[in-house]
């Protein structure tokens, strides 16, 4: 069997015809028939590549050129070369320590004469003395305005927590109220606790508005507290009428 077996095994293995069990197996029963001497492998002869005329002429002057020419001709040749003399090794000195420490500190001086003396943009430290003085300012307002407005909201928390709404309980904190400072009732107008305490009165009015079908006289009087109470702390909420 030739190598044109060999070809036409791959082939099949290639498209399909052959799995790749049987391919392996046909060419190793193959290989080991060439190995024992069973089939004989006929010596392919490749006709040489073709070579050019030029390339012939070339390689063979380049060649005459180095072979033709014996060893005594090229030693007397390079005899004739000048001579170079050799260039003696000039070693660098090293810097000396104390020329590097003056360039240290040479550098240094210069860094600090720049921080120091360069030149500021005018006004530059009066706008940063008065950025720091106004957020002084703010902060300070800021921290009054928490204090004074502590000294109502706690008086808020103190009467949500009794759940007490008898006029004499509501004219008590009236009278608190009133003993605070106009900036302390002031800081405390716009804050979370007093908006609860809004919410939870207009809560008891309707409350009491929907007890009016049992005992009208009594409901009206809950209203009618609830409204002065309302008005005598600065609560304003018109949703809160009498019918």
Not at 6 to 12: E, G, H, I, N
Not at 84 to 110: C, E, F, N, R, T
Not at 135 to 143: F, G, K, L, M, P
Not at 230 to 243: C, E, F, H, Q
Request: aromatic letters at 4%; proline letters at 5%.
């Amino acid at each position: 069997m030739d190598s044109a077996t060999l070809r036409s095994l791959a082939r099949q293995y290639a498209t399909g015809i052959l799995n790749k069990e049987n391919y392996r197996k046909s060419r190793g029963e193959l290989i080991q028939k060439i190995v024992s001497g069973e089939i004989k492998v006929k010596a392919i002869d490749y006709l040489p590549p073709l070579v050019l005329e030029d390339d012939v002429t070339t390689e063979t002057v380049q060649r005459d050129r180095t072979e033709m020419r014996p060893p005594s001709e090229r030693a007397k040749s390079n005899e004739n070369l000048p001579v170079i003399p050799d260039q003696p090794i000039v070693s660098k000195k090293p810097m000396p320590m104390g020329m590097m420490l003056l360039g240290g500190g040479l550098v240094l001086i210069l860094i600090i004469g720049v921080v120091l003396f360069y030149p500021k943009p005018p006004g530059s430290e009066t706008d940063n003395l008065a950025e720091t003085s106004a957020n002084a300012t703010t902060e300070s307002s800021q921290a009054n305005s928490a204090a004074k407005a502590g000294m109502g909201e706690q008086l808020i928390a103190d009467f949500l927590n009794s759940k007490d709404w008898k006029k004499e309980n509501m004219d008590n904190f009236i009278a608190a109220w009133n003993a605070l400072e106009l900036e302390e009732r002031a800081a405390t107008a716009n804050t979370k606790r007093m908006q609860r305490l809004s919410s939870t009165i207009y809560k008891q009015f309707l409350e009491a508005k929907a007890l009016s079908g049992i005992n009208s006289e009594q409901a009206i009087d809950k209203q009618t507290n609830l409204i002065n109470f309302a008005s005598a702390i600065g609560i304003v909420d018109n949703r809160m009428t009498l019918d």
